[in-house]
């Protein structure tokens, strides 16, 4: 008998313990396991392992395959958690292979579709997780597997909390939430709630956060769950830091490390250390804040946990700009539009898209069946009773069959015809967007070709001794060039661009200004509640119209500060205000740079207002139209 020594986490799990210890059977001995290793969560994965590797020895030598699957799935549950998320992967496949083939259990199945899911997150393919998500659900509704269905809507609602689309993750969680009354089997599950504060915390619903992260903490506390409380403990944390009572925050922290070491996941350690740094950055420790962040980076690539990098760059850039490091500060920044830019590639919207509906083809041909099969129990006994009866209802079900096969068809045609429809607006849309392109591309580069030419001309005419700055302008007007190409192909890489990634890139282009214009006091202010899509056409127009807005500040104001602000609750306000002596003249005639940022607001279906004051100051107000909001 293999040797079990470690210390047990709960109650409960000692309780489960010596059930195993006291089994009389290898069958009671395998059955006692079994319950013990569906609290995986809460063991640490070395002692998970243990167990149900001791488990699969048993089932294999009394040769029931059912059992020694079932173990090998919690192993993959512990490799998860150890970090070995390829070999996990793998020990689900091979689940999966026999219970499509040589054993028939789709509760267990379904489980190891989740399971998969589990891993794709922590591989940042959101995509393929949200797949797991849906084959979840679809098999635990054939089978009345309310449990699987809320870890199923749990699941995808995670993926898209882990890509930002925070509005999309808590229409998922909240499904989860309604899927059953069962209060016990819900207080259970107890990280679907944190996972709803996490939502509406990000969404700026502080309320609604403490709510539901009040409930995630009681829950888990009462039914042990030591992998709920964990993260409950450290989203609550963040809560405390971000309404100002952050001395209430250290003491939880330092439970939240107590018991990670308990259930050793680095998954959820890089988590931690990237709560810390944020902690460090807001409260005047940022030398702290960087190397607890540098720690965390390192543990997040070596376990290749993608999905935490956004995190803990993040904490790390804030703890730069704490210090004043604006160098550091925007290789940072840089870093993390290149990590959105990769996980947009993996993760389309259309491909998700696809999923869904996928999913909605297959939740309503299992409706069908199970109609079908409530109609043919319904009248089974019937049959026997009046042949009569028996010949109505096949005559009826010949006149149904006809009919959806008729149905069936004339949705074959409708769905070919939307298909038509849909590539020739798509080809529409691809040759307006190559027209853009071309238009932008002339307004932006154009001009500064004609400068260079320019430039180029006068250098020849006169030599270079007279010309050095002539020479520095052909330099700066290259270089525009690079820039203004680089943003274009930023552009053309996405179907569509957040709110949060084109603040990232306004502040990207901001800190490469400042070092040109170190007079200038320029800062950011971000209040993104909600992180509404744009379209890439509608998002290169506003970051043009804010290029435009600090061009002329810079260089025509005489301003000595310059503050930028972007707000999103629905409604997007960016605002650029200044200092400076105010300008002369905003109706009546207008220059082109003026007029071109009039026409992009007008065409991105947003309003431009400019407020002057000689001697005071400008501010530039870019706020979205009610009517006519510019998202996707």
Same mark, same amino acid.
């Given at each position: 008998?293999?040797?079990?020594?470690?210390?047990?986490?709960?109650?409960?799990?000692?309780?489960?313990?010596?059930?195993v210890?006291?089994?009389?059977?290898?069958?009671?001995?395998v059955?006692?396991?079994?319950?013990?290793?569906?609290?995986?969560?809460?063991?640490?994965?070395?002692?998970?392992?243990?167990y149900?590797?001791?488990?699969?020895?048993?089932?294999?030598?009394?040769?029931?395959?059912?059992?020694?699957?079932?173990?090998?799935?919690?192993?993959?549950?512990?490799?998860?958690?150890?970090?070995?998320?390829?070999?996990?992967?793998?020990m689900?496949?091979?689940?999966l292979?026999?219970?499509?083939?040589?054993?028939?259990d789709?509760?267990?199945?379904?489980?190891?579709?989740n399971?998969? @899911?589990?891993?794709?997150?922590?591989?940042?393919?959101?995509?393929?997780?949200?797949?797991?998500?849906?084959?979840?659900?679809?098999?635990?509704?054939?089978?009345?597997?309310?449990?699987?269905?809320?870890?199923?809507?749990?699941?995808? @609602?995670?993926?898209?909390?882990e890509?930002?689309?925070? #509005?999309?993750?808590?229409?998922?969680?909240?499904?989860?939430?309604?899927?059953?009354?069962?209060?016990?089997?819900?207080?259970?599950?107890?990280?679907?709630?944190?996972?709803?504060a996490?939502?509406?915390?990000?969404?700026?619903?502080?309320?609604?956060a403490?709510?539901y992260?009040?409930?995630?903490?009681?829950?888990?506390?009462?039914?042990?769950?030591?992998f709920?409380?964990?993260?409950s403990?450290?989203?609550?944390?963040?809560?405390?830091?971000?309404s100002?009572q952050?001395?209430?925050?250290?003491?939880?922290?330092?439970?939240?490390?107590?018991?990670?070491?308990?259930?050793?996941?680095?998954?959820?350690?890089?988590?931690?250390?990237?709560?810390l740094?944020?902690?460090?950055?807001?409260?005047?420790?940022?030398?702290? @804040?960087?190397?607890?962040?540098?720690e965390?980076?390192?543990?997040?690539?070596?376990?290749?946990?993608?999905?935490?990098?956004?995190?803990?760059?993040?904490?790390?850039?804030?703890?730069?700009?704490?210090?004043?490091?604006?160098?550091?500060?925007?290789?940072?920044?840089?870093?993390?539009?290149?990590?959105?830019?990769?996980?947009?590639?993996?993760?389309?919207?259309?491909?998700?898209?696809?999923?869904?509906?996928?999913?909605?083809?297959?939740?309503?041909?299992?409706?069908?069946?199970?109609?079908?099969?409530?109609?043919?129990? #319904?009248?089974?006994?019937?049959?026997?009773?009046?042949?009569?009866?028996?010949?109505?209802?096949i005559?009826?079900?010949?006149?149904?069959?006809?009919?959806?096969?008729?149905?069936?068809?004339?949705?074959?045609?409708?769905?070919?015809?939307?298909k038509?429809?849909?590539?020739?607006?798509?080809?529409a849309?691809?040759?307006?967007?190559?027209?853009?392109?071309?238009?932008?591309?002339?307004?932006?580069?154009?001009?500064?070709?004609?400068?260079?030419?320019?430039?180029?001309?006068?250098?020849?005419?006169?030599?270079?001794?007279?010309?050095?700055?002539?020479?520095q302008?052909?330099?700066q007007?290259?270089?525009?060039?690079?820039?203004?190409?680089?943003?274009?192909?930023?552009?053309?890489?996405?179907?569509?661009?957040?709110?949060?990634?084109?603040?990232?890139?306004?502040?990207?282009?901001?800190?490469?200004?400042?070092?040109t214009?170190?007079?200038?006091?320029?800062?950011?202010?971000?209040?993104?509640?909600?992180?509404?899509?744009?379209?890439?056409?509608?998002a290169?127009?506003i970051f043009?119209?804010?290029?435009?807005?600090?061009?002329?500040?810079?260089?025509?104001?005489?301003?000595?500060?310059?503050?930028?602000?972007?707000?999103?609750?629905?409604?997007?306000?960016?605002?650029?205000?200044?200092?400076?002596?105010g300008?002369?003249?905003?109706?009546?005639?207008?220059?082109?740079?003026?007029?071109?940022? #009039?026409?992009?607001?007008?065409?991105?279906?947003?309003?431009?207002?400019?407020?002057?004051?000689?001697?005071?100051?400008?501010?530039?107000?870019?706020?979205?139209?009610?009517?006519?909001?510019?998202g996707?």
């Amino acid at each position: 008998m293999t040797a079990l020594c470690c210390a047990a986490q709960t109650k409960i799990i000692d309780s489960l313990k010596a059930r195993v210890w006291l089994a009389k059977t290898e069958k009671d001995k395998v059955a006692a396991i079994f319950d013990l290793c569906e609290l995986g969560y809460t063991l640490h994965p070395d002692t998970l392992m243990v167990y149900a590797e001791q488990a699969k020895e048993i089932t294999k030598r009394s040769g029931n395959l059912h059992d020694e699957i079932q173990s090998m799935y919690y192993e993959s549950g512990a490799l998860t958690t150890k970090g070995l998320i390829d070999s996990s992967l793998n020990m689900a496949d091979q689940c999966l292979a026999v219970l499509n083939g040589k054993v028939s259990d789709p509760v267990l199945e379904a489980n190891c579709y989740n399971q998969k @899911g589990r891993c794709y997150v922590r591989k940042n393919q959101y995509k393929e997780a949200i797949d797991m998500g849906y084959q979840t659900i679809s098999l635990a509704e054939k089978n009345n597997a309310v449990l699987l269905q809320v870890k199923g809507k749990t699941l995808i @609602g995670w993926a898209y909390l882990e890509m930002g689309q925070l #509005k999309e993750a808590l229409s998922w969680h909240l499904k989860a939430l309604h899927t059953t009354t069962d209060t016990l089997l819900l207080e259970k599950y107890a990280i679907l709630f944190a996972n709803l504060a996490t939502n509406y915390n990000g969404l700026g619903r502080t309320d609604s956060a403490f709510y539901y992260i009040d409930k995630g903490i009681l829950y888990s506390r009462r039914h042990e769950n030591l992998f709920a409380l964990s993260n409950s403990l450290a989203i609550q944390s963040e809560l405390y830091v971000k309404s100002g009572q952050a001395k209430l925050s250290e003491p939880i922290l330092q439970e939240v490390v107590e018991i990670r070491k308990k259930i050793g996941d680095p998954f959820y350690i890089a988590s931690d250390m990237s709560q810390l740094g944020f902690y460090y950055a807001h409260y005047g420790q940022p030398e702290k @804040g960087i190397a607890i962040c540098n720690e965390g980076i390192a543990i997040a690539k070596k376990y290749k946990l993608d999905t935490k990098l956004f995190f803990l760059y993040g904490s790390l850039a804030d703890n730069y700009k704490a210090m004043g490091n604006m160098e550091k500060y925007a290789d940072v920044l840089q870093t993390i539009i290149s990590l959105k830019d990769s996980v947009y590639q993996k993760n389309s919207a259309q491909a998700l898209a696809e999923m869904q509906t996928k999913y909605e083809t297959e939740k309503n041909n299992n409706i069908i069946a199970q109609q079908k099969l409530a109609l043919i129990e #319904k009248n089974y006994w019937l049959y026997g009773l009046v042949g009569l009866s028996i010949l109505v209802i096949i005559v009826f079900y010949s006149v149904f069959t006809i009919y959806r096969k008729k149905q069936t068809l004339k949705n074959e045609m409708l769905r070919k015809e939307e298909k038509y429809l849909s590539e020739q607006a798509i080809a529409a849309a691809e040759e307006n967007e190559r027209k853009r392109i071309a238009t932008d591309l002339h307004d932006n580069i154009g001009a500064y070709a004609s400068a260079i030419r320019a430039d180029v001309e006068k250098i020849a005419d006169n030599g270079l001794a007279d010309n050095s700055n002539t020479l520095q302008n052909l330099q700066q007007h290259s270089q525009e060039i690079i820039n203004s190409l680089r943003d274009t192909i930023w552009v053309l890489n996405k179907e569509y661009i957040t709110i949060t990634g084109l603040s990232d890139r306004i502040k990207n282009y901001i800190s490469k200004l400042q070092p040109t214009y170190d007079k200038i006091q320029i800062s950011v202010q971000e209040k993104i509640l909600h992180d509404t899509r744009l379209s890439s056409q509608n998002a290169l127009n506003i970051f043009r119209i804010i290029q435009e807005a600090m061009h002329n500040a810079l260089r025509h104001s005489g301003a000595g500060k310059i503050a930028i602000s972007i707000s999103s609750n629905g409604n997007i306000m960016i605002a650029v205000a200044d200092d400076g002596k105010g300008m002369e003249k905003i109706d009546g005639v207008e220059g082109n740079g003026l007029i071109n940022m #009039k026409t992009r607001a007008k065409e991105t279906g947003m309003e431009l207002t400019i407020e002057s004051t000689k001697n005071e100051g400008t501010v530039l107000l870019l706020q979205s139209n009610t009517t006519k909001l510019p998202g996707v």
